[in-house]
């Protein structure tokens, strides 16, 4: 079956500017999770959704930073006055629930901020 | 505050060798933990999922194993390949949603 899909696969775009991330989960997954990954580093958390709710959202960097899940399937990143610090890969990843089973990974966003 | 540690950071091997690549985490109280694996500029691959009740867990040539006590994973790779050739990721649940992933190891086998 399908896996994680993100959209776009790269964005590039001026500081201050809006950017919106896309991911669209394994049909079925109700636990979905944003990371995000800097050159060299492991995947940091931002923020879980179970169903349509975040339940976890203290990854989150700051306010300029948002995501949202309004049917319990699609989520979107959302990045406000984006600045050249938000550059990165933006992971998704989905899992059948939020307790023991496997994450499964999209390709990522990478995020460029000039 | 949870921290994981992956060593070494950078492994080069000649092919058909036998390696281990280690993990450490700083809080021993996790839920599970989950081995990676990525290619350049691609997303992660899940290889093996251990967890807490388990100590280890082998799919093909991989073996890992979990010493919760000691904080400690490791990542056996049997007769290593080019194709094993990536960077492996060691990820821990230490209870409720959160992951935390080391920086990972870089592996190279060469032919």
């Known amino acids: 079956g399908a896996g994680v899909s993100q959209t776009p696969s790269n964005k590039v775009t001026e500081k201050g500017k809006y950017v919106e991330l896309r991911c669209d989960p394994i049909s079925g997954h109700t636990a979905l999770y944003w990371y995000r990954q800097s050159l060299g580093q492991g995947p940091e958390f931002l923020i879980y959704f179970q169903g349509t709710g975040a339940a976890d959202d203290s990854g989150l960097p700051n306010d300029r930073f948002f995501a949202v899940r309004p049917e319990g399937s699609v989520s979107t990143l959302k990045i406000q006055r984006t600045e050249r610090g938000d550059s990165a890969v933006y992971l998704c990843?989905?899992?059948?629930?939020?307790?023991?089973?496997?994450?499964?990974f999209g390709p990522g966003t990478r995020l460029t901020v000039t | 505050k949870q921290e994981v540690t992956q060593i070494p950071a950078a492994l080069s091997v000649p092919e058909g060798e036998n390696l281990v690549l280690n993990c450490s985490f700083t809080?021993?109280?996790?839920?599970?933990l989950q081995w990676f694996r990525q290619d350049p500029g691609k997303g992660l691959t899940s290889l093996l999922l251990?967890?807490?009740?388990?100590r280890e867990q082998t799919s093909g040539r991989l073996n890992a194993s979990l010493d919760k006590s000691s904080g400690r994973s490791t990542l056996y790779i049997a007769a290593s390949q080019p194709g094993d050739s990536a960077t492996y990721l060691c990820?821990?649940?230490?209870?409720?949603?959160?992951?935390?992933f080391g920086a990972g190891t870089r592996l190279f086998v060469k032919a």
């Open positions: 990820a821990v649940r230490p209870g409720g949603f959160k992951t935390i």
């Open positions: 809080d021993s109280a996790i839920y599970n």
């Open positions: 251990i967890q807490s009740s388990q």
């Open positions: 990843a989905s899992s059948e629930d939020g307790s023991s089973y496997e994450q499964y």
